[in-house]
Nanobody, 116 residues
Framework: QVQLVESGGGLVQPGGSLRLSCAAS????????MDWYRQAPGKERELVAT???????NYADAVKDRFTISRDNAKNSVYLQMNSLNPEDTAVYYC??????????WGKGTLVTVSS
């Protein structure tokens, strides 16, 4: 069983920064990619950023140049540095891991609220 635990969410003022963390534990097969998703109230879950096992990254247009995804392979962890936050970034942020067997694992999410 694989468990993902996100942390680092909270309330931040517009223009501020937060760093999200996601730690994976359990019987983890080789990780192919790690993602951050988010779901705002009343909206569908959307992909925010991806980092592959080789370190390649990809970002949604809405967060490009503001968010940075990184990973620590030794710790089976992925991070999301979020800068210049605005109210439209308010959402529950979820960590996702995809392994080479085609399995998908999700965390329970961490809430980010951007408000003055």
């Amino acid at each position: 069983q694989v468990q993902l635990v996100e942390s680092g969410g909270g309330l931040v003022q517009p223009g501020g920064s937060l760093r999200l963390s996601c730690a994976a534990s359990g019987s983890i097969f080789a990780i192919r990619a790690m993602d951050w998703y988010r779901q705002a109230p009343g909206k569908e879950r959307e992909l925010v950023a991806t980092i592959t096992s080789g370190g390649n990254t990809n970002y949604a247009d809405a967060v490009k140049d503001r968010f940075t995804i990184s990973r620590d392979n030794a710790k089976n962890s992925v991070y999301l540095q979020m800068n210049s936050l605005n109210p439209e970034d308010t959402a529950v942020y979820y960590c996702n891991i995809r392994d080479y067997r085609g399995s998908n694992f999700w965390g329970k999410g961490t809430l980010v609220t951007v408000s003055s």
